[in-house]
């Protein structure tokens, strides 16, 4: 089957853009999470989503994050006024819930954004 | 505030070489202790461990978790060129994964 998809693969934007990055889970997984991957660094957790209920968003780095899962599949991550700090690779990940597998998450393969 | 501290941070090997991976962590609520392969691009799972001294193994790779010293290791025995990859521990506290730097393998022919 289909693994997790995002869109885009790269982005370049400009400092003080507006960007927004999508996520296809996996069908059928109920959990859905963000990361952010600095270079050399591994995946730090952003926020995570049960359905299209947010109920961790304790790792967006600022108010200039905003992640939404309206109807419980596809997640937009919007970054607002780009920084040069925000440049990384967002990862998502998906996850099966009240399985023996709950805490295997399957990953997408990230968008490397880049904020000129 | 939750810690992962992997080693060594890198490590060259020639094929054929066994290798062992360290990772030692303290999270709050540990529930389970994965292993990702990571090459460029997004993480892989390889193995989920949440009960001490149960070995778990998957061909070359294979995996033990200590809960009481809050340490597990990754070993990959007759190394090959495709196992060059960034290895990531990744304790898990609910749904909750906190990933370490990971170890970079690079095997050379």
């Known amino acids: 089957g289909a693994g997790v998809s995002q869109s885009p693969r790269y982005k370049v934007a400009k400092r003080g853009q507006d960007v927004a990055l999508r996520c296809d889970p996996i069908?059928?997984?109920?959990?859905l999470f963000w990361y952010q991957q600095a270079l050399g660094q591994g995946p730090e957790f952003l926020t995570y989503f049960q359905n299209e209920a947010q109920l961790d968003k304790s790792g967006l780095p600022s108010d200039r994050f905003f992640a939404e899962r309206p109807e419980g599949s596809v997640s937009t991550l919007k970054i607002q006024r780009t920084q040069q700090e925000d440049s990384a690779v967002y990862l998502c990940a998906s996850s099966r819930v009240r399985t023996a597998r709950y805490y295997e998450q399957y990953f997408g393969p990230g968008t490397r954004l880049t904020v000129t | 505030e939750d810690k992962v501290v992997q080693s060594p941070l890198s490590l060259v090997v020639h094929e054929g070489d066994t290798v062992t991976l360290n990772c030692s962590y303290e999270?709050?609520?540990?529930?389970?202790l994965l292993w990702y392969k990571q090459e460029k691009k997004a993480p892989t799972f390889l193995f989920m461990l949440t009960s001490s001294g149960i070995e778990k193994k998957s061909g070359r790779l294979s995996s033990i978790l200590d809960k009481k010293e809050l340490f597990s290791i990754l070993n990959i025995t007759a190394t090959q060129t495709g196992d060059s990859a960034v290895y990531l521990c990744v304790p898990g506290s609910n749904y909750k994964l906190t990933f370490g730097k990971g170890t970079l393998l690079t095997v050379n022919p």
């Open positions: 069908s059928g997984h109920v959990s």
């Open positions: 999270v709050t609520n540990f529930r389970s």
